[in-house]
């Protein structure tokens, strides 16, 4: 019988060593996906504010629209007028959807839709009195979104007249762990039919 010393193998040097390198590669993978679903759920929640931020600037317009075609002034007459929102220079809004329907109703006969807003429109006095947005697709949904609408003079009019035009400011905030993140939009409508 022969023995034979020449075999060849990993010493345990070589072996701590491969060790090593696989930990640090399996610690950075683990990094750097972490890292990336961190990422994605930041961009899906600025990407939500955006369009809730854009939203806002809509149901102005949706609501200056409204008023246009009940003969009420654009930014609206103030007395509570079923169709649409008064809104007042300088002030700050908490704008919501309105989960209904118009309901109709029977006059002499005819079947007729009761005129209502879809938006609900409140004054804000701070961003702690600002509800949450919700989403009325199925359950009423509360996000941890909450919008304020500002409708500020639009001052840079040269030789036109300032009263037609309005800028509207549209901030969606948020909390993220310990900070508050937000958006902002801004557009400026006018009042065209004058």
């Not at 007249?161 to 508050?180: A, I, L, M, P």
Request: overall charge neutral; some cysteine; proline content about 2%.
């Amino acid at each position: 019988m022969k023995i034979s010393f020449n075999k060849k193998g990993f010493t345990l040097t070589e072996v701590m060593i491969g060790i090593s390198i696989l930990t640090v590669a399996i610690v950075t993978a683990t990094s750097l996906l972490v890292g990336l679903i961190h990422s994605n759920k930041n961009n899906v929640s600025v990407l939500s504010a955006y369009y809730f931020a854009q939203e806002g600037i809509e149901a102005v317009r949706n609501i200056r629209d409204t008023n246009w075609l009940h003969n009420v002034d654009w930014l609206g007459d103030k007395s509570g007028n079923p169709w649409g929102a008064g809104f007042e220079i300088g002030k700050k809004y908490d704008i919501q959807r309105k989960n209904v329907n118009g309901t109709e109703i029977s006059v002499s006969g005819l079947s007729e839709l009761v005129p209502f807003s879809p938006w609900g429109v409140s004054v804000v006095t701070s961003d702690d009195s600002v509800s949450s947005i919700k989403f009325f697709e199925g359950d009423n949904q509360v996000t941890n979104f909450k919008r304020v609408v500002e409708i500020q003079p639009y001052g840079a009019c040269g030789l036109k007249k300032c009263d037609n035009f309005v800028r509207v400011h549209s901030r969606v905030f948020w909390n993220d762990g310990n900070h508050v993140k937000d958006v902002f939009l801004d557009e400026i409508l006018t009042n065209w039919k004058k």
